[in-house]
């Protein structure tokens, strides 16, 4: 048998880098399922990624795995020194190295760039990347949960007085929508440790490439944003698993105004809104050092489905 090699990925590389990653992520049924124009711009045309903190592993001209470091230059004006790992093996050739030594490479990236954090996060109960966490230390630092609600009931809610909702579609956003939803986005979650400061060309790119529903809706008092709920559907991903789930991808409300029933209209609207359009299944995602927001949604019917965590190693 030839032995593995490892290189930097090139542009032609993607359509067969997608395959391995689509292939790695089944045994995490929750991740969603990459598409070659959203992956392209996430990558080679993405301010934030460096081809020289990537490489794939390949024999005999076949790419077994595929990994890297992400550095974000948001997070290090903000005086933080982390960088992000990921690492996908295609599952006929776990266990051989190769997760091993894309880590190990990344991990040298992140050390020459002088970042003191290295970050990873996975679902529980992945084995094999339990395995590679354990050989170079990488310690659990906190648990995000994720949730399910497969039922359309919902509790009586009076929603606040004045309230109003501006909705949008993000594939035809304009602008305006977008600078109102990075400015309240960056407010909103300011004070998580592991939040990247978002910007108006990430919010473009995203407008650009995503191959999914993408529904915004803010909240309105007295004609200033206060709250948001993204909903998405992704459409790939159900048709691959025959299934009709959507995702509240993002939610919060602005300082100064939570704890008034803002939070939970906007959850209603959203779950409305996916069963609108088809869907029997809702997922969301939360971190435990977010416990109002878990209250919020188990109050109108989720329940805990999955477990992931954010994992650390110092460098």
């Known amino acids: 048998m030839s032995s593995i090699e490892y290189r930097h990925p090139r542009v032609e590389d993607l359509r067969v880098i997608l395959g391995v990653i689509n292939a790695s992520n089944r045994d995490n049924p929750l991740w969603e399922i990459h598409e070659e124009d959203e992956f392209r711009k996430n990558t ?13 592993a390949e024999r005999g001209g076949k790419l077994l795995g595929y990994g890297g470091a992400r550095i974000s230059k948001l997070r290090q004006q903000a005086g933080e020194s982390d960088g992000w790992l990921g690492v996908w093996v295609h599952p006929e050739e776990r266990a051989r190295g190769v997760e091993n030594e894309i880590v190990q490479r990344s991990v040298d990236y ?12 996975d679902l529980k109960g992945t084995d094999w990347r339990d395995t590679v966490r354990h050989d170079f230390g990488f310690s659990a630092v906190h648990r995000q949960f994720f949730l399910v609600k497969t039922d359309k009931e919902l509790p009586e809610f009076e929603p606040p007085e004045g309230l109003k909702f501006r909705d949008f579609m993000l594939s035809k956003a304009k602008d305006k929508q977008l600078k109102d939803l990075v400015t309240l986005e960056n407010d909103v ?7 990247a400061p978002n910007t108006m060309d990430s919010l473009r790119k995203w407008k650009e490439s995503s ?3 993408v529904r915004v809706n803010f909240a309105v008092m ?6 948001v709920c993204i909903s998405e559907i992704e459409l790939t991903y159900n048709k691959v698993h025959k299934i009709d789930a959507g995702w509240i991808r993002l939610f919060g409300v602005a300082k100064g105004h939570r704890n008034k029933g803002i939070g939970k209209a906007l959850l209603h609207n959203g779950m409305r809104w996916h069963w609108d359009k088809g869907m029997d299944t809702l997922h969301v995602g939360v971190d435990e ?4 927001a878990e209250r919020v949604y188990r109050s109108v019917g989720f329940k805990v489905q999955d477990e992931g965590a954010i994992w650390s190693l110092d460098l």
Do not use: Q, T
Not at 49 to 56: C, I, P, S, Y
Not at 111 to 121: C, D, L, S, T
């Open 110 to 121: 992140l050390r020459a760039k002088g970042i003191r954090k290295a970050k990873y996060f």
């Open 289 to 292: 050092w977010n416990p109002p």
């Open 222 to 227: 007295d004609d200033k944003v206060v709250g």
């Open 211 to 213: 191959p999914n529903m």
């Open 44 to 56: 080679f045309e993405h301010e934030e990624w460096d081809v020289e903190g990537h490489w794939v």
């Open 189 to 195: 979650f300011s004070e998580d440790k592991n939040y």
